[in-house]
């Protein structure tokens, strides 16, 4: 069933979200949720990843710039949204038009294991801690590939308690860019006095 879909109620229970096609309506996506629970829109997969991003506040050009650069790559690249939060892109369907995607992403996190599977066209299947099977056309050498990619990405750029990133690439962390500018402002206020 499709619902009407607000992003800001589901966001931080995402488990995954696939592409899939909805007999008379076309392109779609079918969002998993932490409690196993499955959701469709009529919004893409593309769509949904941009939205995500934005409501973690995340420069997904940027973020991809970065990863492909740690991975030496930049297709299909593990995309650490969050510390809790990196999304694995694994290939779910064959698309019937070329504007159609082919990847769904699946939350590293919520990952419990990978099976290999004998039902052509899928070769493997994600298990999720949910208890979900997303099946994928990818080899499983190459799901668990993606798997390890992502974790060495998230372990990369990795985030502090209480919300303090430690390091996110060659980025000054937050919390000493605005002592930096804080300091800058003292001195500017200063200048040309005799303290």
């Known amino acids: 069933m499709i619902e009407k879909f607000l992003l800001q109620d589901y966001y931080e229970k995402i488990s995954a979200f696939i592409p899939i096609y909805k ?25 949904m990843l941009i939205r995500l991003a934005y409501c973690f506040a995340v420069d997904l050009k940027a973020l991809r710039f970065q ?20 999304l694995i892109p694994l290939r779910v369907r064959q698309p019937k038009f070329s504007k159609d995607g082919a990847n769904g ?13 004998k039902e052509p066209p899928f070769r493997s299947a994600v298990i999720l801690k949910s208890k979900v099977k997303i099946k994928s056309l990818s080899h499983p050498n190459t799901v668990l590939a993606r798997i390890r990619d992502g974790e060495y990405l998230t372990s990369k750029y990795s985030w ?22 804080h300091e800058f402002l003292k001195l500017y206020n200063n200048w040309g006095k005799d303290v």
């Open 23 to 47: 007999p008379e309506l076309g392109n779609a996506t079918s969002l998993f949720l932490k409690d196993g629970t499955a959701v469709q829109t009529l919004i893409t997969t593309r769509t």
């Open 67 to 86: 990863c492909s650069k740690s991975l030496n790559r930049k297709l299909n690249l593990p995309l650490p949204l969050r510390p809790d939060f990196t």
């Open 105 to 117: 992403y699946i939350c590293l996190q919520d990952i419990a294991g990978v099976t290999e599977l």
């Open 160 to 181: 502090g308690g209480g919300g303090e990133i430690k390091s996110y690439g060659d980025l000054i962390p937050p919390q000493q860019l605005i002592a930096t500018i």
